[in-house]
């Protein structure tokens, strides 16, 4: 499963804990005529708070999992997620000193709780929101075909390396960067295509560009579309992954 989908699985249950609490904070504080047993709602509250402290763990671990193994350089959507949540988890912070430690702050609380619950609703939509709104609700891969009629930058001719030593590396960097989005052994897309036949079929699967080295290596360094850029890679990285590539 592609760790897209399952986060935005989790997200689900995320938003759900968020709407819960914020339903207890209101039945609790904001009625004059109590509807509900108020020390139930509490411990409700707290339940959903340490859930929800739990699941954020679960989620941030594996959008970091996903950094450090891809070293993928976030996007501007990404940079706005991590704000969001990084601005979570320091508000949260604040919230349970007011309630535990600096009780003369106790009424702030409220308003951080709320500010929790927004920025909970603008972290899972620049993501999950984002995310099912481009594969159709999970019914469409991510991203969709597009043909493009776009000009070529061919650089300087690359000669393809095929001595196994670089193969071999070139395996080796791709399991660590490339293996999350991409399946090695057909072409069904995970979050981009499959590379089999990568560079034996004439044009590459997205852009439809001839598929030469030097098409592969502007992918890599100028990504066509939503997959992120690997510029930091050196020439001797990129010819050793395209050696790999060029194999597949
Ligand atoms: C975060 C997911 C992700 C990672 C990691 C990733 N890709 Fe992609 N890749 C995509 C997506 C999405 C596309 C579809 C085209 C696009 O958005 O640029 C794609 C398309 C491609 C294509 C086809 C481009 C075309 O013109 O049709 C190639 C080749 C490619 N990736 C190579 C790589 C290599 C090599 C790596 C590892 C260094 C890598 N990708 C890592 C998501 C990713």
Request: with cysteine; hydrophobic share 45%.
């Amino acid at each position: 499963m592609p760790i897209f989908f399952l986060k935005s699985i989790l997200s689900f249950f995320l938003i759900f804990l968020t709407l819960s609490a914020m339903f207890t904070m209101f039945e609790i504080f904001g009625r004059t005529e109590k509807k509900f047993n108020i020390e139930k709602l509490k411990k409700i509250h707290k339940i959903n708070g340490r859930l929800y402290v739990l699941l954020y763990l679960v989620i941030a671990y594996l959008c970091l999992d996903f950094i450090v193994n891809t070293k993928a350089e976030l996007s501007p959507r990404g940079a706005f997620h991590s704000v969001f949540a990084i601005t979570i988890i320091i508000l949260l912070l604040l919230k349970v000193s007011f309630i535990r430690i600096y009780r003369q702050f106790y009424n702030q609380a409220k308003t951080i709780g709320l500010l929790i619950a927004l920025i909970t609703f603008g972290m899972a939509g620049t993501s999950t929101g984002y995310y099912l709104i481009v594969t159709k609700f999970g019914t469409e891969l991510f991203p969709t075909q597009k043909t493009v009629t776009e000009k070529m930058t061919v650089k300087d001719g690359i000669i393809v390396r095929t001595d196994p030593e670089s193969i071999e590396k070139g395996k080796g960097l791709y399991d660590s960067k490339c293996y999350f989005c991409h399946d090695p052994h057909s072409t069904e897309w995970i979050v981009g295509p499959g590379h089999k036949n990568i560079m034996k079929n004439p044009i590459l699967p997205v852009s439809k560009r001839p598929a030469t080295p030097e098409n592969i290596m502007e992918q890599i360094i100028n990504p066509y579309k939503n997959m992120p850029s690997f510029s930091y890679m050196s020439k001797d990285e990129m010819l050793n992954l395209i050696a790999y590539l060029n194999t597949l």
